[in-house]
């Protein structure tokens, strides 16, 4: 199977930002979407909008950081659509500051939603893709996976985490499965610094209004992974603003 048309996809964090932007870049092109975050609101508008375009979505509320929860996104897919070709692992919190702030909350959120979050995908969508003899994992780091910088350490440490982990995966995926790290720079979305310390957040919002490039960009990048044929495993993209240091 090649392209995107017709593809079941599921994505997490597609509530907002990257997420949603990659949902409707994918709708457009005829995948049919199972879409995952918190906010039932946010993500029914996102399914609402795909809809009402003729495209086809279908919103669960989940939390990563809950096995169970994707469990029942990746069976939503199947029981819905009868298969699951790629899931998206998106879902992040950008809750950055110094660590003389101690913002311990912070810091297990972003190993809970970033670390164990991918794994609970793993865990949910690897037996199906075994059982499918296909699949693809489409894994969302960061830059900040290459370069650390101050005050990102431990957003840093966890989105290399994702790297090395989706790395692992793909050297024990075998010629059934395709594995895809994605890593963007600054992006035009709500969930840069948020929910971070307050003078940090003020700090990259200005740099994201100064830099940033659109969703949109990141969208097309995972849609490139996915509309492969497959014997072709697209491994790594990452997308920046030119810009970017
Ligand atoms: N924007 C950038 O500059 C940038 C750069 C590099 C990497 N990234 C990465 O790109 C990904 C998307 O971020 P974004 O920029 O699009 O920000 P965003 O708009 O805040 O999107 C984050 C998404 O993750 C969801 N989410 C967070 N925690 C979750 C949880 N525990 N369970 C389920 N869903 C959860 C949020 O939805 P709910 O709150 O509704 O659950 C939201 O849909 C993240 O992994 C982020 O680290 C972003």
Do not use: C
């Amino acid at each position: 199977m090649s392209g995107i048309e017709g593809k079941v996809v599921v994505i997490t964090g597609a509530s907002s930002g990257i997420g949603a932007a990659t949902a409707t870049w994918l709708a457009e092109k005829g995948a049919r979407l199972v879409l995952g975050a918190r906010r039932k609101d946010r993500l029914n508008a996102v399914v609402e909008q795909i809809t009402a375009q003729g495209g086809s979505a279908v919103g669960t509320v989940i939390d990563v950081t809950r096995r169970e929860d994707l469990k029942r996104l990746t069976d939503t897919a199947v029981d819905r659509y009868g298969r699951l070709d790629v899931l998206v692992s998106n879902a992040g919190t950008m809750a950055v500051s110094p660590f003389d702030e101690l913002r311990q909350d912070d810091w297990d959120a972003m190993v809970a939603t970033h670390i164990t979050g991918l794994l609970n995908g793993i865990g949910a969508a690897l037996p199906i893709f075994r059982r499918q003899r296909s699949g693809q994992f489409v894994n969302v780091a960061s830059t900040a996976a290459y370069v650390v910088k101050s005050p990102m350490g431990v957003y840093a440490a966890t989105k290399t985490a994702v790297k090395v982990l989706t790395e692992g995966l793909r050297q024990e995926s075998g010629p059934d499965l395709r594995v895809t790290l994605v890593s963007p720079g600054f992006t035009d979305t709500e969930g840069v610094g948020k929910g971070g310390s307050p003078e940090t957040a003020v700090a990259l919002s200005r740099q994201r209004d100064e830099i940033a490039i659109p969703p949109t960009a990141i969208a097309s990048a995972i849609g490139y992974a996915i509309e492969q044929p497959a014997a072709i495993d697209i491994n790594e993209i990452v997308v920046r603003p030119t810009v970017q240091a």
